[in-house]
């Protein structure tokens, strides 16, 4: 898995997305192999999909930054990760990242023909998610909200 062509479009769709979408300035690190899994910082958006690659591109972050995110999302304040507005808010934000970054690769790569899965949360602590014969890059990013874990698997289709 090479971290420039597959992380990269995710990090430049999160330094784009948060910043308009939610005002939100962010900072980014540099990616580092992940391996086939992580441990959650307690909040999770998970995004699968399928096509030229398949994979799973994993917004993690700690359930006060989910609840951050969410309250600038729709100006509203929340207490739990569990309030569906919370939830939905995350969702959301994770499947538009990685709708601009699979735009980015299908518009590059002609022929790719990638497709999202909707979005899926976890929200809990102590829970590991594991990439099932994938091995991932992740790369952290700064935000004023906190900090975000951006972790991609990918697997190329075979020819």
């Not at 580092?32 to 699968?48: A, C, K, N």
Request: aromatic share 8%; proline share 4%; with cysteine.
């Amino acid at each position: 898995m090479n971290a420039d062509t597959y992380v990269a479009p995710f990090v430049r769709a999160a330094a784009d997305v948060l910043p308009s979408m939610l005002d939100l300035a962010v900072t980014g690190g540099q990616p580092q192999p992940e391996g086939d899994s992580f441990r959650s910082r307690g909040f999770t958006v998970i995004v699968g999909f399928t096509g030229g690659w398949s994979g799973r591109f994993f917004l993690d972050m700690s359930q006060d930054t989910a609840l951050q995110l969410a309250g600038l999302l729709t100006g509203e304040q929340y207490h739990s990760v569990a309030e569906e507005e919370v939830l939905l808010s995350c969702a959301e934000i994770g499947n538009i990242i990685s709708g601009h970054a699979i735009t980015e690769v299908n518009d590059r790569l002609p022929g790719c023909g990638i497709r999202l899965t909707p979005p899926s949360v976890f929200a809990g602590t102590e829970v590991s998610m594991f990439n099932v014969k994938l091995s991932s890059w992740s790369v952290v990013m700064s935000t004023a909200a906190g900090d975000l874990r951006l972790n991609v698997a990918v697997e190329e289709a075979r020819s």
